[in-house]
């Protein structure tokens, strides 16, 4: 069965500092990559999504970055975060044909402060 | 315009009553995935249901049923004999066939159980 993996688990970071966030994947191949971020009672923001090993897509202007340096690891990295930045992260993985449904990680909780 | 919508911000319903959580949804890909996920306070977002476009009937999981109208472009969750554990906010989401990679959320609705 595929599972997929997210850390840290909850995050507190200064404005400013640098920031990776990592997720992989197990028991599937090819897998498509999603990152998303969730402010506060809100709904989801995708921010990036990969089909394979380093090719990103960007969806927002952001001060964040992603990398996909394995096919079945997904990295979303910041050099100096903002207040801004805080907020819920997921990260989701899913198949790519049939378009079927996108199975979500635990979530990273990051606070900047 | 928006890909998902659902109009419903919270929702109450009386513990072991139904109650449907309203979605609908723009595409013109005629082929495409509906989805509703269910995401609890501790943040895990989990998948309930799928439903594809050309299926002709219409998606159940347990207490989940999904009610596709096509033509009204609906895709309303159907949960029956709520449970307190039903608490939570719920997402319908699609994903378009010829764009693949992309699913579009919308902005959720807080579903309360009350005893």
């Known amino acids: 069965s595929q599972t997929i993996h997210q850390w840290p688990a909850t995050l507190v970071q200064p404005v400013g500092s640098p920031l990776s966030l990592e997720c992989t994947v197990e028991g599937t191949s090819n897998p498509n990559l999603y990152w998303y971020r969730q402010a506060a009672g809100r709904g989801l923001q995708l921010l990036f999504y990969?089909?394979?090993?380093?090719?990103i897509s960007s969806e927002v202007p952001q001060n964040l970055s992603a990398s996909r340096p394995q096919d079945r690891q997904f990295i979303l990295s910041s050099k100096k975060l903002l207040l801004s930045d805080s907020g819920f992260y997921l990260c989701?993985?899913?198949?790519?044909?049939?378009?079927?449904?996108?199975?979500f990680g635990p979530g990273t909780r990051l606070t900047v402060t | 315009a928006q890909k998902i919508t659902q109009t419903q911000p919270g929702m109450f319903v009386q513990e072991k009553e139904a109650v449907t959580l309203d979605c609908t949804y723009d595409t013109s890909d005629p082929s495409y995935g509906l989805f509703w996920y269910k995401q609890p306070s501790s943040g895990e977002m989990i998948f309930l249901i799928y439903q594809g476009s050309y299926d002709q009937q219409n998606a159940t999981e347990g207490r989940y049923s999904l009610n596709f109208q096509k033509a009204r472009k609906s895709a309303n969750l159907v949960i029956s004999a709520s449970q307190l554990g039903d608490s939570a906010m719920y997402f319908c989401a699609m994903r378009e066939t010829n764009t693949g990679n992309q699913f579009y959320f919308g902005t959720g609705t807080s579903l309360t159980v009350i005893p």
């Open positions: 989701a993985w899913s198949v790519r044909y049939p378009p079927r449904e996108q199975y």
């Open positions: 990969s089909v394979g090993i380093g090719q």
